[in-house]
């Protein structure tokens, strides 16, 4: 398609539970890229995929963040054992070459740690 | 010192005036240079691109650039009550990385 589709649009999770998150890119974008929006503006980039290899992997924080594209599925990012600080925007995005092409954001998921 | 540093605004301008948002980076070696547009609770949405040093037109946007100064800029003219929106200036090396956004707002 050619919209980067991203879901669940919202979801809720009490502290230490977990979250699963996933994208879906534009068909024919080998790029897929993760970033956090915590309070209004501030992106934090976490995770960037070549195909199904990670190509950029410095914002992740280890210990409880991990994230998958396998070929013929949606890329997913992971978090276990949320903390309250997790509660964030997490938006998806998608590229060609990403120094030529800029980068199609998807909508966003919106996660709530209670 | 952050890599990509925007002010903040709020920057308000009376309709049809001219908005000047500006963005300084630190990495010398950036190479892709972008402005997105988000409306509140909205995903960014890409708006510029500029690569080389100058002028690069697209309709009443403008962007700027002078790697020498490590400096970009969007100018809107006949800026619109629809283009109230908080700019984001982002600065590609390795990843693509963000500032903190520009709160742009149009007064009728």
């Known amino acids: 398609g050619e919209e980067v589709a991203q879901t669940p649009k919202h979801l809720v999770r009490g502290e230490g539970q977990k979250a699963k998150l996933y994208c879906a890119p534009i068909?024919?974008?080998?790029?897929v890229f993760w970033y956090q929006q915590v309070l209004k503006n501030e992106f934090k980039f976490l995770i960037s995929?070549?195909?199904?290899?990670?190509?950029?992997e410095t914002g992740m924080p280890k210990e409880r963040f991990s994230a998958k594209c396998l070929p013929n599925s949606p890329c997913s990012l992971e978090i276990q054992a949320t903390k309250l600080e997790d509660s964030a925007v997490y938006f998806c995005?998608?590229?060609?070459?990403?120094?030529?092409?800029?980068?199609?954001f998807g909508s966003g998921t919106r996660l709530t740690v209670v | 010192q952050k890599e990509v540093e925007q002010n903040s605004g709020p920057l308000s301008v009376p309709e049809g005036a001219i908005a000047s948002l500006n963005c300084t980076y630190s990495?010398?070696?950036?190479?892709?240079f972008f402005w997105y547009r988000q409306y509140s609770g909205k995903s960014p949405e890409l708006i510029m691109s500029i690569y080389s040093n100058g002028d690069k037109e697209d309709g009443r946007f403008t962007a700027q650039l002078n790697k020498a100064s490590q400096y970009v800029s969007l100018l809107i003219r006949d800026s619109q009550p629809s283009d109230s929106a908080t700019y984001l200036c982002a600065v590609k090396g390795g990843k693509l990385i963000f500032g903190q956004g520009t709160e742009l707002s149009v007064k009728p």
């Open positions: 995929f070549q195909n199904e290899n990670v190509f950029d």
């Open positions: 990495d010398r070696v950036s190479q892709s």
């Open positions: 995005a998608s590229s060609q070459p990403p120094d030529i092409y800029g980068y199609t």
């Open positions: 068909k024919g974008h080998s790029y």
